[in-house]
């Protein structure tokens, strides 16, 4: 590899895009294989029986999995654009990274809790417990990249 390539291929974020959308579809098989919807709108009744302005956001597995998977996929159709430390792919990549270490972050703390809200308890870990490292990892790491990819310019 040239140097020009090492230099392209060190100010970019690229890998660091594409381990959290890695992540973020692992921790979509995790959440669905342990049963995360059951929790998620359990917990979305409660929290809206007890404040009515809570939006009530109650989801099926199908349409739930489909919609979710649809936006990975679209966020792994993204990674060139990330290796090519295109401009607008910046916010979009601090958002995406932001997100995700709430979501793993998240899952940790219910875990830690043993609920989400008092009446919805888990009979082990938080579904997504397993793959939220996954996301705090990877996620710490695509700012990382940002940032240091930020200095080239």
Known sequence: MNQRNQNKAKGNFGLAWLLLCVAFGAHIWDEAAHGFLDYYNATVLTLWAHFPWFPKIDMEFRPWLIRVSGVAVVLLLLTPFAYR????????????????????????????????????????????????????????????????????G
Request: hydrophobic content about 55%; cysteine-free.
């Open 85 to 152: 430390h295109a401009r607008w792919m910046r916010p979009l990549a601090y958002v995406f990274a932001g997100v995700q270490f709430l979501n793993g972050l998240a899952h940790v703390v219910f875990t830690i809790l043993g609920h989400t809200v008092p009446s919805v308890a888990f009979d082990g870990p938080a579904p997504g417990f397993y793959s939220a490292w996954l996301l705090l990892a990877s996620s710490v790491f695509l700012f990382w990249q940002l940032r240091k990819s930020a200095k080239r």
